[in-house]
């Protein structure tokens, strides 16, 4: 009978092949949770509920704005005086393109339009809070970061935005319905589907 036979397998260091396997798990096991005391440490960040990611190295085509197309002067002799590094006729003004597609003026002075007056007074009866969009802008952070998905979640990139906001989301086809039950009619609101029941 040849030494070693019918004894237990041992490794180089004269241990049994099952210790040192224990030993590595325990080695693995202890490495992740080191790193996720680390990763717990990393202080406050702002939560990220949608996660977009692109594969390709190129620009992002939703930042890049094409120029208005070039337009000759009626008078050649009358032009303006070149600006380096200043604006040019054609360069785009989607600020201004927004505010005339909403039909103001972009040369308009800020504040609150004459034509406007009585709408706004309507809808500031009940008094104007300074500094609310700071206060919503606070309390929207304190709901992400308490909302902000599981570590798996978080660790593979997962949407969590609609999980996140699902519970002070608004059901529109229920508040629709209520409304048309109350005697409001919504001439832009589209039909029930056929296979929906109103509620």
């Not at 996720?36 to 890049?64: H, K, Y």
């Not at 009866?125 to 308490?146: H, N, P, T, Y």
Request: charged fraction near 25%; hydrophobic fraction near 35%; include cysteine.
């Amino acid at each position: 009978m040849r030494a070693g036979q019918g004894a237990k397998a041992l490794d180089s260091t004269n241990r049994p092949h099952g210790v040192r396997y224990v030993g590595m798990v325990a080695n693995l096991v202890a490495l992740m949770l080191a790193s996720l005391l680390l990763a717990g440490c990393g202080g406050e960040v702002d939560p990220r509920l949608v996660n977009l990611r692109s594969d390709g190295q190129g620009p992002d085509e939703f930042s890049i704005l094409p120029p208005k197309p070039l337009e000759l002067p009626e008078d050649l002799s009358a032009l303006p005086e070149p600006t380096p590094g200043g604006e040019n006729l054609t360069d785009p003004r989607p600020l201004d393109d927004a505010i005339v597609a909403l039909g103001g003026r972009p040369d308009a002075s800020t504040g609150i339009p004459a034509g406007d007056s009585a709408l706004y007074a309507q809808a500031s009866r009940f008094g104007v809070e300074s500094g609310i969009r700071q206060q919503l802008a606070d309390e929207d952070l304190k709901w992400r970061r308490k909302n902000n998905g599981r570590f798996l979640e978080r660790l593979l990139n997962v949407n969590v935005y609609y999980k996140a906001y699902k519970r002070v989301s608004l059901d529109q086809e229920a508040e629709l319905a209520r409304w048309r039950r109350a005697g409001v009619g919504n001439p832009s609101a589209p039909p029930f589907p056929k296979d929906k029941k109103k509620r």
